[in-house]
């Protein structure tokens, strides 16, 4: 499979990477992609027709509580504390014209 990976192959890994790499460079990306893809192969071999499809190897549950209210409206107590209010919102300075 390593010879599958060829020099344009590699320039085009560099140009999509923005990446400038040297000529020993280039020849180490070029093994090291062909034993990826080798590896790659390798797995392929294995069989899996009796195994299920999954996104990930742990359950994923939905963690989140459900949104339910436990104050009420309590807004009289929340605008005691206000500076200025009208009745039934906080009355404060204009920010811009």
């Known amino acids: 499979m ?3 990976i060829t020099d344009e192959t590699i320039d085009y890994v560099g140009i999509l990477a923005k990446l400038e790499l040297s ?3 280039k020849e180490k990306a070029k093994k090291d992609m062909g ?3 080798d590896y790659i192969d390798k797995l392929n071999e294995l069989d899996t027709s009796g195994v ?3 996104s990930h190897v742990f359950p994923v549950n939905n963690v989140f509580r459900e ?3 436990t104050n009420g409206d309590d807004r009289e107590n929340m605008l005691k504390n206000a500076p200025d209010r009208n009745e039934e919102a906080y009355i404060v ?3 811009f014209e």
Do not use: Q, R
Request: charged letters at 50%.
């Open 2 to 4: 390593a010879n599958k």
């Open 23 to 25: 000529d020993e460079e």
């Open 35 to 37: 034993e990826i893809l």
């Open 52 to 54: 299920e499809p999954m």
């Open 67 to 69: 949104d339910e209210v």
């Open 93 to 95: 300075p204009k920010t």
